[in-house]
């Protein structure tokens, strides 16, 4: 079965990079067909999409997010990674990555449930000075 863990620092201060990786195992990230995501969920809000990195190594992002927002992967660890740079108290949310197969992509970029493909427990980033 797949899983998803990620980690990074629970705290960033504003003005800098915020950088998270997803270890994915019971699957490789270069698997035909799926499709690797990052998610939000600020306080108080609903799930908000963020981009993904494809098993080809193609990337997409929120165009909301675009200009500061990169994800990339190292297949030897089998891992993704989101950078998230110029944060403000504003991006501070649960953070979660998702892995779902090509059928489940259109869904996940447009509204994103818990319901399809395999997700991490998320891990909380808060930006504070």
């Known amino acids: 079965q797949v899983q998803l863990q990620e980690s990074g620092p629970g705290l960033v201060k504003p003005s800098q990079t915020l950088s998270l990786t997803c270890t994915v195992s019971g699957g490789s990230i270069t698997t035909a067909g799926y499709f690797w995501n990052w998610i939000r969920q600020p306080p108080g809000k609903g799930l908000e999409y963020i981009g993904y990195?494809?098993?080809?190594?193609?990337?997409y992002y929120n165009s909301s997010l675009k200009s500061r927002t990169s994800i990339s992967r190292d297949t030897s660890k089998n891992q993704f990674t989101l950078q998230l740079s110029s944060v403000s108290p504003e991006d501070t949310a649960v953070y979660y990555c998702a892995g779902v197969q090509v059928h489940q992509q259109a869904t996940m970029t447009s509204r994103p449930t818990k319901t399809a493909g395999y997700w991490g427990q998320g891990t909380q980033v808060t930006v504070s000075s």
């Open positions: 990195i494809a098993y080809a190594g193609g990337t």
